[in-house]
């Protein structure tokens, strides 16, 4: 079975870092693209991050760019979402996703995404 599990979220103040995992299984982890989502109350679904297998290439939604910085570890079936300079804005519940058998995740929208993990939230108050 195809499982996808987030960790690491939590309540910060603005200007603080947060490190999401998401440990995956059930696929070939190493040849497919992985993504994170989230979602707010009143939001769109938003893409925050894309690492696309086959070349190591990373997408950034713009209101994340310069501050969010997606990896994965292949040995471990993890992909990791580092955050760094929370914002109010950055609250939501975080998702990794993704297509699997595929590599293009990156380059399709989230309506295309087959598995999400469970989520888990992430709240930025002071």
């Known amino acids: 079975d195809v499982r996808l599990v987030e960790s690491g979220g939590g309540m910060v103040q603005p200007g603080e870092s947060l490190r999401l995992s998401c440990v995956a299984s059930?696929?070939?982890?190493?040849?497919?693209?992985m993504s994170w989502v989230r979602k707010a109350p009143g939001k769109e679904d938003e893409a925050v991050a894309c690492?696309?297998?086959?070349?190591?290439?990373?997408y950034y939604a713009n209101a994340v760019k310069g501050r969010f910085t997606i990896s994965r570890d292949n040995t471990q079936n993890t992909a990791y979402l580092r955050m760094n300079q929370l914002t109010l804005e950055d609250t939501a519940v975080y998702y990794c996703?993704?297509?699997?058998?595929?590599?293009?995740?990156?380059?399709?929208?989230?309506?295309?995404?087959?598995?999400w993990g469970q989520g888990t939230q992430v709240t930025v108050s002071s």
């Open positions: 996703s993704t297509i699997i058998q595929s590599d293009d995740a990156c380059e399709r929208g989230t309506t295309s995404y087959d598995y």
């Open positions: 059930g696929f070939a982890f190493s040849r497919t693209a």
């Open positions: 690492h696309r297998s086959t070349d190591g290439r990373t």
